[in-house]
């Protein structure tokens, strides 16, 4: 029987919000495991009981726990699991990442093992609230309901890196935050690309990107300017996504969301 893949995920500060339901998607995936790392700015940070509350629901267990600066133990936290179970398959996802598989779990990687592959690739589809706000995550309706506009913002806007490694096999080099590995071996993007679906665009994400660059700077991380260029987009619309601009390829999810192939020959043409 083809084996299933942990996930690897790790939460800290505002992300906590989009935990559960995050969680609760992968594990409907029929995930093997949860790896779940807890990223504390302080030991006794506020968050540590939510993250506890959220976890003992959803059946997983906090596996590792980092504190400090997210930039420093980031590549850690999602290589630990991967040197340690080095033959498995793992999805990698931050709380506010949902991605979407075309096939079950097991054909995928059985597709995989027989063509050697050791990876899959994907990108952002950002995901926007229907009036281009930040709204408060209620959790009476599914992200989806909440913020059913898709959009390629990531890039466009802030010069981001929206490229993402969504499924890989065991503890090959993967750079910062998940977007790019030098092996050859991955699955063809013209045969497998998946969409990763991003909440981040939620209640306070103005506040928490001003007090990202601020850290940012104080730790010499140069690119504080991706959070600053959505600072300054958001400031000349009226402190919303303007819905009207045309490169953000913005349109409904559903049934299915339309620009989907466009937004991924953008991304692949990406250097």
Not at 76 to 83: C, L, Q, T, V
Request: charged share 20%; with cysteine.
């Amino acid at each position: 029987m083809m084996p299933l893949p942990h996930l690897i995920t790790t939460v800290g500060g505002a992300a906590v919000p989009t935990l559960e339901p995050m969680l609760r998607h992968y594990l409907s995936l029929g995930v093997e495991s949860v790896f779940l790392n807890l990223h504390l700015q302080q030991e006794h940070d506020p968050i540590r009981e939510t993250v506890e509350d959220v976890a003992r629901r959803c059946g997983v267990r906090i596996t590792d726990t980092y504190i400090g600066d997210w930039h420093s133990i980031q590549q850690e936290a999602y290589a630990k699991p991967r040197r340690d179970y080095p033959n498995d398959w793992f999805i990698l996802a931050d709380s506010d990442e949902f991605q979407q598989y075309p096939a079950p779990l097991a054909d995928i990687i059985a597709e995989c093992e027989q063509h050697n592959w050791d990876h899959l690739k994907g990108c952002f589809l950002d995901r926007l609230a229907a009036d281009g706000s930040f709204p408060s995550i209620d959790t009476t309706a599914t992200l989806e309901q909440q913020f059913p506009l898709g959009a390629m913002l990531t890039f466009p806007v802030m010069l981001g890196d929206p490229r993402k490694i969504t499924l890989v096999r065991g503890p090959i080099y993967i750079i910062d935050g998940q977007h790019f590995t030098y092996s050859p071996m991955g699955c063809p993007p013209d045969i497998h690309y998946i969409p990763v679906h991003h909440f981040k665009w939620t209640q306070g994400i103005p506040q928490r990107l001003a007090q990202r660059i601020q850290q940012m700077k104080q730790s010499g991380v140069t690119h504080w300017v991706e959070s600053q260029r959505f600072l300054d987009f958001i400031e000349a619309s009226g402190g919303r996504i303007d819905l009207h601009e045309e490169r953000l390829l913005i349109a409904h999810c559903h049934p299915t969301y339309p620009h989907w192939d466009a937004m991924k020959q953008f991304v692949l043409n990406l250097r």
